[in-house]
């Protein structure tokens, strides 16, 4: 089992910037590949980033490509979502996932583990 709990979401202006973490716990933290979902209000839940257990493969969604940046601190059994030049259209609850498949948080589906989420609201 893997328990994954998000924090650092919140309120913040178009263009500013904002870190999510998502601190894991049960498994060994290098033992899983990791990622990041949204959901904003009346959509589909769609894939933001992932990250391999070694942190040797990450993919991102084209429309964060070049503005958000997914890293994994081992030592502190963490990921982080580094969120730049935020858009109004990246508002949603942001939901940290984890699976022993790559592929599985890459397409957002059949994810094993998931965290509650945490809010993110970009302001225009």
């Known amino acids: 089992q893997v328990q994954l709990v998000e924090s650092g979401g919140g309120l913040v202006q178009a263009g500013g910037s904002l870190r999510l973490s998502c601190a894991a716990s049960?498994?060994?933290?290098?033992?899983?590949?990791m990622g990041w979902l949204r959901q904003a209000p009346g959509k589909e839940r769609e894939f933001v980033a992932a990250i391999s257990w070694s942190g040797g493969t990450i993919d991102y969604a084209d429309s964060v490509k070049g503005r958000f940046r997914i890293s994994r601190e081992y030592a502190k059994n963490t990921v982080y979502l580094q969120m730049n030049s935020a858009k109004p259209e990246d508002t949603a609850v942001y939901y940290c996932?984890?699976?022993?498949?790559?592929?599985?948080?890459?397409?957002?589906?059949?994810?094993?583990?998931w965290g509650k989420g945490t809010p993110v609201t970009v302001s225009s």
């Open positions: 049960g498994r060994p933290f290098g033992t899983y590949a």
């Open positions: 996932a984890a699976d022993n498949l790559y592929s599985s948080v890459r397409g957002g589906t059949s994810v094993a583990y």
